[in-house]
C-alpha cells in the first residue's frame, strides 16, 4: 500500500514538474520573441463617440437609422413636428409683408407732401409780393408761411415713418430667421461619418432641450491607449508603424500608427499592467488604426475589445512571431 501511494506521489511530483517546465519554457520563449526594437503594451479599443442631441424641445416624429447602421456626415437622421413652427413661420412672414406695405406707404406720404410743400412754398413767393405792394393782408402771408412749416413737419414726420417701418421690417426679417433656423434645427443631421452606436429615443417620444437622440461612432478615429516603459518611450515617434492584435481576433493583424506619445511619464492603471510594472513610472501611447483601413470595411470592431499593440522602434526590426504569423489587414 505504502509502495502504491509512493509511486502515485512519484507521477505527481513528474507531472507537477513537467507542467512547470513547460509553463516556464512558454513564457521564457514568449519574452524571448519580442527583440528590443519592439515595444509592446495591453489595451482596449477605444473610438471618438458622438452624441447627437436637440436644442429644441418637441415630440419626435421620426428617426430613420438603427443602431449598427453607418451613417454619413450632414445625413438627416431624426426630426422634430414642426406644425407649431411652421405657422410661427407663416405668420412672421405676414408681418414682413405687413411692414413692407407700411414702408410704401410712409414713402407715398413724403412724396404727396414734397408736391404740396412745392405747391405751399410758390404760395408764399407770391404771397410776399403781393404783401409788398399792399394787394394782400398780412394776415394771409401768414397764413402761406404756416402752410409752408406744416408741410415740412409732415414731411419730417412721414420720413421718421419710414425709416419706422425700416426697423420693423428688419425686426419681422430677424425674427423669421429664427423660425426658420429652428425649423432646420428640427430636422437632426449627423456631424460625422461613423456607425450608429445607440439609439435611444424612438418616434412619437417627447424630448427637451439638449436631448440624446443617437450616439455615433466616429469611425475613422479607432484607437488603442498602451502604457510602456520609460526605457521604449523615448524611441517610439508619431508615426510609427504599429500592429494590433486583439483577443477576438487572434490570427489577425491590424495595421495601425502611433498617433500620441504623452510627455509625461505617469503610473499606470491597475488593469493595464501587473504590480510590478504598475511601481514603474511609464508612458502613455495612443495607436490609432489606419482610417483607409476603417473606410474600406474590412475591419468591424466595436470599442471596448481587449489586445495587445506592438510598435516596431525600428523599420527594419522583425514583427514578433505572434504578429509576423497572423494575417495582415490593412
Known amino acids: 500500500m505504502k509502495q502504491i501511494i509512493f509511486k502515485r506521489l512519484i507521477i505527481i511530483s513528474v507531472v507537477a514538474g513537467i507542467i512547470g517546465g513547460g509553463i516556464f519554457l512558454y513564457n521564457y520563449l514568449n519574452q524571448s520573441e519580442l527583440p528590443e526594437s519592439i515595444a509592446f503594451g495591453n489595451g482596449r479599443i477605444e473610438a471618438t463617440e458622438v452624441d447627437i442631441a436637440t436644442k429644441l424641445s418637441g415630440r419626435l416624429t421620426e428617426v430613420s437609422v438603427n443602431e449598427g447602421d453607418i451613417v ?16 410661427k413661420l407663416q405668420q412672421a412672414q405676414a408681418q414682413v409683408q405687413q411692414a413692407k406695405e407700411n414702408k410704401k406707404y410712409a414713402s407715398a406720404i413724403v412724396r404727396q407732401h ?71 434645427d428640427s430636422f437632426l443631421k449627423s456631424p460625422i461619418e461613423g456607425r450608429v452606436l445607440y439609439k435611444l429615443l424612438e418616434p412619437g417620444e417627447i424630448i427637451g432641450s439638449g436631448g440624446k437622440v443617437l450616439t455615433v461612432l466616429k469611425m475613422d478615429d479607432i484607437y488603442m491607449t498602451i502604457f510602456i ?40 492603471p491597475k488593469e493595464i499592467e501587473t504590480k510590478s510594472e504598475r511601481e514603474k513610472l511609464m508612458f502613455r501611447i495612443k495607436v490609432k488604426v489606419d482610417p483607409e483601413l ?33 494575417k495582415l489587414l490593412n
Do not use: C, M
Not at 414642426?82 to 405657422?87: G, K, R
Not at 419730417?156 to 429652428?182: C, E, G, M, R
Open 72 to 87: 454619413k456626415a450632414g445625413q438627416i437622421v431624426a426630426r422634430l413636428d414642426t406644425d407649431e413652427l411652421n405657422a
Open 114 to 184: 414734397q408736391s404740396e410743400l412745392e405747391l405751399a412754398r410758390k404760395n408764399l413767393a407770391r404771397s410776399q409780393n403781393l404783401y409788398v405792394n399792399n394787394n394782400i393782408s398780412l394776415v394771409q402771408l401768414q397764413q402761406h408761411e404756416a402752410a409752408v412749416d406744416t408741410l415740412v413737419a409732415a414731411i419730417a414726420a412721414a420720413k421718421a415713418q419710414v425709416i419706422a417701418s425700416d426697423s420693423a421690417i428688419n425686426a419681422a426679417l430677424a425674427q423669421k430667421q429664427v423660425i426658420q433656423t429652428n425649423i432646420n
Open 229 to 268: 516603459p520609460t526605457s521604449y518611450a523615448g524611441r517610439v515617434k508619431v508615426g510609427s508603424e504599429a500592429r494590433i492584435l486583439l483577443d477576438a481576433l487572434p490570427n489577425t493583424a491590424i495595421n495601425a500608427n502611433v498617433s500620441f506619445v504623452s510627455p509625461d511619464a505617469q503610473f499606470t
Open 294 to 326: 476603417l473606410q474600406s470595411g474590412k475591419l468591424q470592431i466595436n470599442s471596448g475589445v481587449p489586445g495587445v499593440a506592438y510598435i516596431r522602434l525600428d523599420s527594419n526590426a522583425s514583427w514578433p512571431k505572434a504578429v509576423d504569423s497572423a
